[in-house]
């Protein structure tokens, strides 16, 4: 079955089965392997991609339902080599370890600051709740997403 | 796990998805937002032969708010509830609840519609909707028909609809600007599901007795439920602690949940007590 969509400003269209999610068809048919997948039914947030301008679960979307969308992954979001502001917030504030969980945290947080740039700490904070990370503790992650707001507030990067 | 094969059909009118549901005879299932289904899919507790996505099916998305009420499509999203200046005025326990439901990023996919369809007692909008009377639009091969939202839900993960009813609209009676209300939930972490959760409103009559009181329990029992003796308890009562302490204790003894792995029977009946305590003093601010 056919599906059609933009991804990272770039057209495209596979052939897939009905059962693959949104998330397996950006790694194994796209090679855009910047999207992790962990837990594949919704709970980890590591899959998150932006759909339209929406954080969405990469794992809870079929492919074949993002015909017609406009996507933007991990490999989107910063320019190059440029990193965008909130990937620079997160390398200055070392708001990850492992980085396993760093791509759905990126996106959900790209979407959420450009939707809502005046966010407080606890709406940050519980945006987060549904991305686990286990090695930062939050702390340094919550630290980068209050920088990065003012770039967000001056109309940063909606790629 | 990866998800069970099945064939994939994406109707663009309520008929021809009925069609395809009456033609699936039990095999085929709606796809709405997918945040509940496709997980259910994952873990092999579903496995339907055909998923006919309702995404095409124009009209299903609309907000509406007038003197009869509030009339919500059945793929109104949750981050619409919540972006919904409209709602607030008109059903603010509604927003106020749906804070809770699930993360960011399914919020921006998950449905009323879905929600209902989903039926999980747990779930925070099936408790809404029968704690507030509201009514189901479903329309089926018969054509279509409403029904009250406590008789859809039968049991955990359980409906009264049929094979190829579809849940079109949930339309909320309306709500007086001064009615007194609250939403309590405990989850282990924001977004999870609720341990236990109580929705509860009530007017003031002449004399500021309490009128009309309507206790909504979620997660303590096998489905959404009001609860009969918690409201007698306030019902021509003045809103104080005596009552209040009252209703609560009637709340405890009228449900008997289920335990596993989050939480024992006895703990979730404490959190029902001490969940409408906290909901009741609330409605006083």
Redesign the interface.
């Given at each position: 079955?056919r599906t059609t969509f933009h991804v990272n400003q770039r057209a495209v269209s596979v052939d897939v089965?009905?059962?693959m999610?949104l998330g397996?068809c950006l790694r194994h048919e796209l090679k855009l392997t910047g999207t992790h997948i962990a837990c594949?039914?919704?709970v980890c947030?590591a899959c998150?991609v932006i759909v339209d301008g929406?954080?969405?679960?990469s794992?809870?979307?079929?492919a074949?339902?993002a015909d017609g969308t406009y996507i933007t992954t991990i490999e989107g979001l910063s320019d190059g080599e440029a990193l965008s502001p909130l990937q620079l917030a997160f390398r200055k504030h070392h708001a990850l370890q492992c980085g396993f969980c760093t791509p759905g945290i990126l996106t959900?947080l790209h979407?959420?600051l450009t939707h809502n740039p005046d966010a407080d700490e606890n709406a940050i904070?519980?945006?987060l709740?549904?991305?686990l990370c286990r090695c930062t503790g939050y702390v340094s992650i919550i630290a980068a997403a209050m920088e990065a707001r003012s770039a967000y507030r001056a109309g940063a990067i909606a790629r | 796990m990866k998800l069970p094969p099945f064939d994939y059909a994406s109707p663009t009118s309520i008929t021809d998805a009925v069609a395809l549901l009456a033609a699936g005879k039990g095999e085929a299932r709606l796809l709405a937002g997918g945040q509940s289904l496709l997980p259910v899919m994952a873990f092999r507790l579903a496995n339907p032969a055909l998923l006919i996505d309702m995404r095409k099916i124009p009209d299903l998305q609309t907000i509406a708010v007038d003197d009869r009420g509030v009339r919500l499509g059945a793929l109104v999203r949750w981050c619409d509830i919540a972006n919904s200046p409209a709602l607030k005025k008109a059903l603010p326990l509604l927003p106020n609840a749906i804070e809770h439901v699930a993360h960011y990023a399914i919020q921006t996919r998950g449905t009323v519609g879905g929600s209902l369809g989903h039926a999980d007692p747990a779930a925070e909008f099936p408790g809404l909707a029968v704690t507030c009377d509201a009514m189901i639009e479903i329309e089926g091969s018969a054509g279509r028909r409403e029904m009250p939202a406590n008789t859809l839900f039968t049991g955990p993960l359980q409906t009264s609809l049929g094979h190829d009813d579809i849940i079109v609209a949930i339309r909320f009676p309306p709500w007086p600007a001064d009615r007194k209300w609250a939403f309590e939930e405990f989850s282990r972490r924001h977004g999870d599901f609720a341990l236990a959760a109580i929705a509860v409103f009530y007017d003031l009559d002449d004399s500021g007795r309490i009128a009309n009181a309507h206790v909504g329990v979620i997660a303590a029992t096998d489905k959404p439920t009001r609860l009969p003796t918690a409201e007698a308890a306030l019902n021509g009562q003045m809103p104080n602690s005596e009552c209040f302490i009252a209703a609560s204790e009637a709340a405890a003894q009228a449900c008997n949940p289920s335990a596993d792995i989050h939480a024992s029977a006895d703990y979730r009946r404490s959190l029902v007590r001490t969940l409408l305590t906290r909901a009741l003093r609330k409605t006083l601010n």
């Open positions: 079955m089965s009905p059962r999610t397996d594949e039914h919704g947030g998150t929406e954080a969405v679960r794992c809870l979307t079929l074949v339902q959900t979407a959420f904070r519980n945006v709740s549904g991305n | -």
